[in-house]
């Protein structure tokens, strides 16, 4: 027996002032989706953005159902919106953020696992990972070089139809 340790590096910015022009934008934008969410229920709201590899920008935010099962994820609802209007295309970068009824929104908050298992079936089917920044709606920034890396030795269609 020997073991084996798996970890991982992830950047920390005091705020979205210290990121590049281009992923202040699209946080602030992933901010804003926050607006778009159906959220009656947890009246928790999460938004997100994603920047596809030809440039175009697609958005998510969750969508509650009183089954309350039925409901989606903001980061799943914004995969099927990018696989569908964009086949094919990876996405560079996604961006997440979120807002509750507290009004306490200055920690990032990770996406849940079945999103994290969503995101990584996304990086297998267009052969490119995914750079994932979260934010509240204010405070720390989290950017995470890959979002597979928050999901590690994880299942994938390499297991199930073979290497
Ligand atoms: N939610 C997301 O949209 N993304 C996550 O990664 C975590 C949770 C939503 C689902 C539900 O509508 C609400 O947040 C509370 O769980």
Redo the contacts with the bound molecule.
Sequence with gaps: MHKQTIQFEYEVFESIEELTTEDKKLMEDARKATALAY?PY?K?K?GAVAILNNGEIVKGS?Q?NASYPV?V???RTLLGNAATLFPEVPIKSLYISYHNTKGESNEPVS??GM?RQAISEYEHRTHQKIRLIISGMKGKVFAFEHASLLLPLSFSSVNLLGG
């Design positions: 959220a947890s928790f999460v969750n509650e409901g994820c903001a980061e996406p849940c999103c």
